[in-house]
């Protein structure tokens, strides 16, 4: 440092390697010529000869003083560091209660229960998202809400078009109920329906099935099965207790089976070919439902495939009356003459590993599993539901379908499911 009395220049770093001695303030008054060297940083010298305070020089090299200059700089950085790890770390811990969130969804419109017992349909319940910060919160929502499924995670809009008013479905079966049941839905609306099986009385053995709309109450027909008969038989009717085929006023349809349940035949009205000569009175086919038999394999969801005639111009289907063997809807399909039929299939259920059953979103329609429930599909477009059939409680199944169905086909297809398959069960 350079003195105010141009005195020479020292240099510390000098010093440093020069026995270092003790200065007090009687040297500095037998002395007044002697240097008079200071620490860095102080700005003032005593040249007046007055007491000053003792300055010891620290006994260090340059280099090592520096060290010790830097010092307090690395503890400085190592407490930044530790401060630092210690917010990762609660950034961690916060990153894994934010992991163990779980969200939550409640009930909300027409979202339900769909199950499938044993090889069964489970609908899984549609919940409304809520996030959960607190572990003691969590821990009550989790008690109070059911459990979630990959499900849940598909589109939960009902795919179905808005349902026929009642009012306007009482409005067409005054005017022709028939033809209303035997006729196409019309277009963009839905059909809302529920089954009512009646297992009182003598019933209990063979149980009589009564179709209701779900809005209004209003009765539509009745199915019951023909007892001591080979195969499954059963007949569709408009009153709930007149069952014979030869009432014509009342005998709306049949369902007949194979030996195995393995295959069923929809009909109208009309009369064998074998046993009437008048062509324009032979019986018509409105379907054919398939069910895969599960014989040397294993069990599991019921797979079913539903043939329909084709709807044309002016709302009307295809018309099938087979005289032989290789006439029908099911001569057709095997020679793959697919023109004038339609083909369904039904929506195949997705296993859930957490509920450990077959689940299918019934979007709010269906309460209870049963191995009876389905959706039948068309396989080039799976979004589009045409009929959903699922239980509700031990007497009561809901029946949804649209065009173009009719409501006697969509009766008769569900029909098939109440009945025993010996191939399937």
Not at 64 to 83: A, C, S, T, W
Not at 343 to 358: E, I, Q, S
Request: with cysteine; glycine share 4%; proline share 6%.
């Amino acid at each position: 440092m350079k003195h105010n009395n141009d005195a020479e220049i020292i240099d510390f770093d000098e010093l440093d390697s020069q026995p270092v001695k003790k200065n007090n303030a009687r040297n500095f008054q037998d002395n007044d010529d002697e240097e008079i060297i200071h620490e860095p940083g102080m700005g003032y010298i005593n040249q007046q000869g007055q007491d000053l305070p003792q300055l010891e020089r620290p006994k260090t090299s340059a280099y090592q003083m520096q060290i010790q200059q830097r010092q307090p700089q690395q503890q400085q950085q190592q407490q930044q560091k530790i401060e630092s790890e210690d917010s990762v770390s609660d950034t961690d811990h916060k990153s894994v209660v934010d992991q163990s969130i779980v969200d939550f969804k409640s009930e909300i419109g027409d979202a339900g229960v769909e199950q499938e017992d044993m090889q069964q349909q489970v609908q899984p319940r549609v919940q409304e998202l809520q996030r959960v910060d607190d572990n003691d919160q969590q821990i009550q929502m989790q008690q109070q809400q059911p459990p979630l499924t990959a499900n849940s995670s598909h589109v939960t809009v009902n795919p179905f078009p808005p349902k026929m008013e009642p009012g306007i479905i009482q409005e067409l079966l005054e005017k022709d109920r028939r033809s209303f049941l035997t006729t196409p839905l019309m277009q963009n609306k839905t059909l809302q329906c529920y089954i009512k099986r009646d297992k009182s009385g003598l019933a209990r053995l063979y149980p009589v099935y009564h179709v209701f709309t779900t809005e209004g109450n209003i009765y539509l027909f009745s199915a019951k099965k023909v007892v001591m008969n080979t195969t499954s038989n059963y007949v569709i009717s408009m009153k709930k207790n007149e069952f014979s085929t030869r009432n014509r006023e009342t005998f709306l349809g049949k369902v007949r089976s194979n030996f195995l349940g393995t295959e069923f035949i929809l009909l109208d009205e009309g009369q064998n070919p074998k046993k009437c000569k008048d062509t324009s009175l032979i019986r018509t086919q409105l379907g054919v439902v398939y069910y895969e038999s599960h014989i040397m394999q294993n069990k599991g969801p019921r797979k079913m495939k539903v043939l329909l005639p084709k709807v044309g111009e002016l709302n009307i289907p295809k018309i099938f009356q087979p005289l032989h063997s290789n006439e029908g809807i099911q001569y057709d399909y095997q020679n793959k003459k697919l023109d004038y039929i339609e083909v369904l299939v039904n929506k195949p259920p997705r296993w859930d590993a957490k509920m450990k059953a077959h689940v299918l979103n019934f979007y709010g329609r269906v309460d209870q599993p049963s191995v009876k429930n389905f959706q039948l599909i068309n396989e080039n477009n799976p979004n589009n539901i045409f009929l959903q059939f699922g239980r509700v409680d031990d007497l009561n199944f809901n029946l949804d379908f649209c065009y173009p169905i009719t409501p006697l086909q969509a009766f008769q297809i569900c029909v098939t499911s109440f009945d025993f398959k010996f191939a399937c069960e």
